[in-house]
């Protein structure tokens, strides 16, 4: 496919800034290069990735760096635990929608002026072009307080009803070719990372090829992916995080990996511990000296240098000055901030989530879940789930309407047969 000049700047930036975040390159003044010389950066940042022997890809090498030494625990009440995680990941993730990287004070003015709270701690009165559609689905006025009758589509909703399937399918042992394939079969599109593997596979490059030269493989896309496997492996962090290796693996290199096995393990470990205990769970289940590993450390030193969302986004923003906003690094952090200004309160907790802007749709989804693992369905609010009517929309071919209460069963069923499995 041949680009515009414009699209050649675009995908310079996004390697430039790929290659900045990962080694401290400088930024390329694209803006001045004509089109032959773009190709040829372009081609140049593709090929100058730095190995960091911090930072491997293979899950071997992962290990090897993983200080881990954390023990499993069984949780008790498993099936009121997951369908609290699967009901507190869909109500964080549809607070977050209406207001999706938004800026605090943009998302102030809009609560202000629809008559809802801020942070929101109750779903949006009011939404931004309300008659917009969301993945082909939905209306964006579906995503209201008024108008709430399901969970409506969002790829936060997708990814984990996908997973499941994946999981149902092909087992613990599934191979990074086996997400290829269900991909290809069920996911009709995708963004970012997701959106380029699909169409390297398209093009016949395998699963285990889908990310190569791919400038967004350190962002978000995969820890999206992760809560599937933090839950079959409830109590089991060790487990979740290697679990969900080989679906990082298909879109994600390096941090983006780690974000992954780091959700995973956080939310296996919320089932047993309490969240800020679970997050530092997670933290030995990633590589000791990765700037992700970094990025959490310095995010939990920070308890207590700030009491609102105003305070936790602008020591985010200068930790992580220029950062994409759906980049991993930073929206780990945004949830562990979210976590501690929640202190164990779920309505709290994805409020202050939503309220810290960055992805925070993704991000409150991720706080929902640990959350609601961590409390049960019966510590969450039903204001919160009951407007679903136990209906959930994706964007997967043949699986567009499903049942919430429906999905945590299978989450409970696959959970109780790999502990089974791992048994014996």
């Given at each position: 496919?041949?680009?515009?000049?414009?699209?050649?700047?675009?995908?310079?930036?996004?390697?430039?800034?790929?290659?900045?975040?990962?080694?401290?390159?400088?930024?390329?003044?694209?803006?001045?290069?004509?089109?032959?010389?773009?190709?040829?950066?372009?081609?140049?940042?593709?090929?100058?990735?730095?190995?960091?022997?911090?930072?491997?890809?293979?899950?071997?090498?992962?290990?090897?760096?993983?200080?881990?030494?954390?023990?499993?625990?069984?949780?008790?009440?498993?099936?009121?635990r997951?369908l609290?995680?699967?009901?507190?990941?869909?109500?964080?993730?549809?607070?977050?929608?209406?207001?999706?990287?938004?800026?605090?004070?943009?998302?102030?003015?809009?609560?202000?002026?629809?008559?809802?709270?801020?942070?929101?701690?109750?779903?949006?009165?009011?939404?931004?072009?309300?008659?917009?559609?969301?993945?082909?689905?939905?209306?964006?006025?579906?995503?209201?307080?008024d108008?709430?009758?399901?969970?409506?589509?969002?790829?936060?909703?997708?990814?984990?009803?996908?997973?499941?399937?994946?999981?149902?399918?092909?087992?613990?042992?599934?191979?990074?070719?086996?997400?290829?394939?269900?991909?290809?079969?069920l996911?009709?599109?995708a963004?970012?990372?997701?959106?380029?593997?699909?169409?390297?596979?398209?093009?016949?490059f395998?699963?285990?090829?889908?990310?190569?030269?791919?400038?967004?493989?350190?962002?978000?896309?995969?820890?999206?992916?992760?809560?599937?496997?933090?839950?079959?492996?409830?109590?089991?962090?060790?487990?979740?995080?290697?679990?969900?290796?080989?679906?990082?693996?298909?879109?994600?290199?390096?941090?983006?990996?780690?974000g992954?096995?780091?959700?995973?393990?956080?939310?296996?470990?919320?089932?047993?511990?309490?969240?800020l205990k679970?997050?530092?769970?997670?933290?030995?289940?990633?590589?000791?000296?990765?700037?992700?590993?970094?990025?959490?450390?310095?995010?939990?030193?920070?308890?207590?240098?700030?009491?609102?969302?105003?305070?936790?986004?602008?020591?985010?923003d200068?930790?992580?000055?220029?950062?994409?906003?759906?980049?991993?690094?930073?929206?780990?952090?945004?949830?562990?901030?979210?976590?501690m200004?929640?202190?164990?309160?779920?309505?709290?907790?994805?409020?202050?989530?939503?309220?810290?802007?960055?992805?925070?749709?993704?991000?409150?989804?991720?706080?929902?879940?640990?959350?609601g693992?961590?409390?049960?369905?019966?510590?969450?609010?039903?204001?919160?789930?009951?407007?679903?009517?136990?209906?959930?929309?994706?964007?997967?071919?043949?699986?567009?309407?499903?049942?919430?209460?429906?999905?945590?069963?299978?989450?409970?069923?696959l959970?109780?047969?790999?502990?089974?499995?791992?048994?014996?």
């Amino acid at each position: 496919m041949v680009l515009t000049h414009d699209q050649l700047v675009e995908e310079a930036d996004l390697y430039a800034r790929l290659r900045n975040e990962q080694d401290g390159r400088a930024m390329a003044d694209t803006g001045r290069l004509d089109d032959r010389q773009l190709e040829a950066l372009i081609t140049e940042l593709k090929n100058s990735e730095v190995y960091d022997p911090n930072e491997p890809n293979t899950l071997p090498e992962i290990e090897r760096l993983c200080p881990f030494g954390v023990s499993a625990v069984k949780p008790d009440k498993i099936e009121s635990r997951i369908l609290g995680a699967v009901a507190g990941r869909f109500a964080g993730c549809t607070l977050g929608v209406p207001v999706e990287g938004y800026s605090i004070d943009k998302m102030r003015k809009i609560a202000k002026d629809g008559g809802t709270p801020f942070p929101p701690t109750e779903y949006w009165h009011t939404v931004l072009d309300p008659d917009g559609i969301q993945y082909g689905v939905d209306k964006r006025s579906s995503y209201t307080l008024d108008k709430l009758c399901c969970v409506p589509v969002d790829d936060d909703i997708t990814y984990p009803v996908l997973c499941m399937l994946q999981l149902k399918r092909y087992g613990e042992n599934y191979t990074v070719e086996d997400v290829a394939e269900i991909w290809q079969e069920l996911l009709p599109y995708a963004c970012t990372a997701e959106d380029r593997a699909l169409k390297r596979m398209a093009e016949g490059f395998k699963g285990a090829e889908a990310a190569d030269d791919n400038p967004f493989v350190e962002w978000i896309g995969a820890g999206i992916r992760s809560d599937a496997f933090g839950y079959v492996c409830a109590g089991d962090p060790v487990r979740a995080a290697k679990l969900c290796y080989n679906d990082a693996y298909l879109t994600h290199r390096r941090n983006g990996i780690y974000g992954e096995m780091f959700n995973a393990a956080a939310i296996a470990a919320a089932f047993v511990q309490d969240p800020l205990k679970a997050v530092e769970t997670a933290a030995k289940c990633i590589p000791h000296g990765c700037k992700l590993k970094h990025d959490v450390d310095w995010a939990l030193s920070q308890r207590g240098k700030f009491t609102d969302c105003d305070g936790a986004r602008v020591l985010l923003d200068v930790r992580f000055p220029g950062m994409n906003s759906v980049h991993i690094r930073n929206n780990v952090c945004a949830v562990i901030f979210a976590l501690m200004l929640g202190d164990g309160d779920f309505t709290q907790s994805i409020a202050q989530s939503v309220a810290i802007g960055l992805d925070n749709d993704c991000n409150a989804a991720t706080v929902g879940s640990i959350l609601g693992a961590h409390l049960g369905i019966e510590g969450l609010e039903k204001r919160w789930y009951a407007p679903f009517n136990d209906t959930v929309h994706t964007y997967l071919k043949g699986y567009e309407v499903i049942s919430l209460k429906g999905l945590a069963d299978e989450f409970a069923a696959l959970y109780k047969s790999f502990d089974k499995e791992n048994r014996k």
